[in-house]
């Protein structure tokens, strides 16, 4: 057991610094299609959006509206809060084709979005 | 001369009886029974307050005070533990949190049984590192010697998520260290909670989640007398902002409780940000 301590604590100290030039190198390097959703008169537009399947995405999300919402999607596993007319860039991994819900969780009656990966 | 030797041997197996006996029961507090949770890498949005409330009930536990999920002088059967939290989002990357925790042991009346201060934070946008890292820093206060051998514990997490797919997976390796109380002049215990998570549909889907706890780093315990549990949950969102997660755990040795039983209940709403957003460049605030 103080093997398995010592292991684990060579790997996390030599590992950690390793994963994190890879992720930093990742993410200079994986240029990511620019896409956009709004949020304003208590609904999402558009209410579908379509996105290529099998690579990275940035979407813009932008809050037009007087209220704070939170972004959320259940699915991708993504939450953000956003104030009146705040915008913030949501970064996905490469989706499979399929379609993913996403919603404001603040309100229960703005109707789910979803994105539409093909 | 033959008598002194005979009397320094009692001493030493007295001596090492107590310590046993002593680092055994330091080594079941690195599981908190008032909070089987896994904390993902996500922290409460800006200027959103959740309230929740976590609660265990050990559905077949230990008869002895000390066993199992308790590190007081009450015994583990059927003993309720209930906690109160209250969790802040102070910027896009930070959260504070403050906890009342409650108990009601078999028998006895509900009560105080200690509070605890936290932050917690994530590291850049999820998605840019392989792995999603978070940080968690805590002090704990115990009503001693009642709930817990220490009066005041910190402890420490690193949080390593990554999705894969419909997947995600959460791992807490929990480090302790005792502040105040027995056990202060000893080094950081280990223990553990994670987490595997279908995400399947937003009102109900399944997971599985470890807790464990495996004495000190430098002196773990025998796997005998350590705690591992496995729980099986659902989880989701309700109506209104609620969360749910509920489960069954089910002790793997001999030092766990054999059946604890969790409902946790958390809601959330925007109540104002005492901050302003967070760039895209910002590492940690």
Request: with cysteine; glycine share 10%; proline share 6%.
């Amino acid at each position: 057991m103080l093997l398995a301590a010592r292991f684990a604590r060579r790997v996390l100290f030599s590992a950690g610094p390793l994963m994190l030039c890879a992720g930093l190198a990742t993410a200079a390097a994986a240029p990511a299609p620019s896409l956009q959703i709004s949020f304003d008169g208590h609904q999402f537009t558009p209410r579908t959006l379509a996105v290529p399947a099998h690579r990275p995405l940035v979407i813009k999300v932008i809050n037009a509206s007087g209220e704070t919402i939170e972004f959320e999607s259940f699915k991708l596993n993504r939450e953000v809060a956003l104030t009146p007319g705040e915008a913030v860039e949501v970064r996905l991994p490469a989706l499979r084709p399929g379609r993913y819900d996403f919603y404001d969780d603040f309100h229960d009656s703005v109707p789910t979005g979803y994105l539409l990966a093909k | 001369m033959h008598l002194r030797l005979d009397q320094l041997r009692r001493f030493a197996w007295a001596l090492s009886l107590a310590l046993t006996l002593t680092f055994a029961v330091r080594a079941r507090a690195q599981v908190n029974p008032w909070e089987f949770e896994v904390y993902s890498y996500a922290t409460e949005g800006r200027g959103t307050l959740e309230l929740e409330t976590d609660n265990a009930v050990v559905a077949k536990g230990h008869r002895l005070a000390g066993e199992g999920t308790t590190a007081g002088v009450f015994p583990s059967q059927g003993m309720w533990f209930n906690q109160y939290e209250a969790d802040y989002g102070l910027t896009d990357r930070i959260e504070a949190a403050a906890y009342l925790m409650m108990a009601a042991p078999r028998d006895h009346n509900y009560q105080y049984a200690g509070s605890a201060l936290r932050l917690r934070g994530r590291l850049l946008d999820p998605g840019v590192l392989p792995v999603d890292l978070g940080w968690y820093t805590e002090i704990e206060f115990h009503k001693s010697p009642q709930f817990d051998d220490a009066r005041a514990e910190l402890e420490l997490r690193p949080i390593i998520e990554k999705d894969l797919g419909s997947f995600s997976f959460v791992a807490d390796p929990i480090f302790e260290k005792v502040l105040q109380g027995e056990g202060r002049q000893a080094g950081f215990e280990f223990g553990y909670a994670a987490g595997a998570y279908y995400r399947g549909t937003r009102r109900l889907s399944p997971g599985v989640e470890f807790y464990g706890g495996a004495g000190l780093i430098d002196s773990p315990d025998p796997i005998r007398e350590q705690q591992h549990y496995i729980f099986p949950v659902i989880w989701g969102q309700l109506p209104f902002g609620i969360e749910y997660s509920i489960g069954a755990g089910f002790g793997l040795t001999h030092g766990s409780d054999p059946v604890v039983i969790k409902l946790n209940f958390a809601f959330e709403h925007f109540v104002g940000a005492l901050f302003g957003p967070t760039g895209p460049s910002k590492r940690f605030f």
